[in-house]
């Protein structure tokens, strides 16, 4: 089975700090995923790679940065956190079949981030 | 542009009693459907999906949605629900062409009842 990691469930940060959220898979996928979570709202896409050193702003990459600098990491960067950044970040990844973009992507368990 | 409309937001519904989660999508381009399913504190999995094929797709765990082209709708259906499928559904769409990421529902949240 395909495992992606998020290194922390909870987290609380304060508005202004650089925050950190990481992402591991353990499936040599090439193409990762930054999702935000809100109530009534779905999972709204930040960023994605499709490669390594590669990215492609989603609907919502503004505040936020991502770093792929291995193929199994994919890191989200909130530059400078704020109290509308409060939310549920999901990770997931997929595996590349050519042009075709039909396979699952496989999601982590996701970070709850408080911003206070 | 890719969307996608789930109409309800909260479905309560007794034990044993069917079950339909409405999805629309609208895209101009052949797409790839998904229903995802998020149990509380835990991520999304994957529930089924439609690449191509037969319409009528089915879960391991009874769920079965139908891709209806012409209503541009990939509802989800169960003939009987347990208290274990109270859940929140997602349902995603993805086409070849424009960007490569799923795009997601607002999500249906399932509450089974004794």
């Known amino acids: 089975d395909v495992k992606v990691t998020q290194s922390s469930r909870y987290l609380v940060k304060r508005t202004g700090e650089k925050v950190f959220l990481e992402c591991v898979q353990d499936?040599?996928?090439?193409?990762m995923f930054w999702y935000r979570q809100d109530p009534g709202l779905g999972l709204r896409l930040i960023y994605f790679?499709?490669?390594?050193?590669?990215?492609e702003k989603g609907d919502i990459p503004e505040g936020y940065s991502v770093s792929r600098e291995k193929k199994e990491r994919f890191s989200l960067i909130l530059e400078s956190a704020s109290t509308n950044q409060t939310s549920m970040y999901l990770c997931?990844?997929?595996?590349?079949?050519?042009?075709?973009?039909?396979?699952?992507?496989?999601f982590g368990d996701g970070t709850r981030l408080s911003i206070l | 542009a890719q969307s996608v409309t789930q109409l309800d937001s909260q479905v309560p519904v007794f034990e044993e009693a069917p079950v339909e989660l409405r999805c629309n999508y609208s895209?101009?381009?052949?797409?790839?459907l998904f229903w995802y399913v998020q149990y509380p504190n835990q991520g999304l999995q994957l529930l089924l999906k439609?690449?191509?094929?037969?319409?009528l797709v089915e879960s391991i765990n009874g769920f079965e949605a139908e891709f209806n082209k012409s209503q541009t709708s990939f509802h989800l259906r169960k003939p009987s629900v347990h208290i274990s499928d109270t859940a929140e559904y997602f349902c995603?769409?993805?086409?070849?062409?424009?960007?490569?990421?799923?795009?997601f529902g607002s999500g249906t949240r399932l509450q089974v009842q004794p």
């Open positions: 997931a990844s997929r595996v590349r079949r050519g042009l075709v973009s039909n396979q699952p992507q496989h």
């Open positions: 499936m040599d996928h090439e193409n």
């Open positions: 790679s499709y490669d390594v050193k590669m990215k």
């Open positions: 895209s101009s381009v052949s797409v790839y």
């Open positions: 439609y690449l191509s094929g037969s319409t």
């Open positions: 995603a769409v993805i086409s070849d062409t424009g960007r490569r990421a799923l795009t």
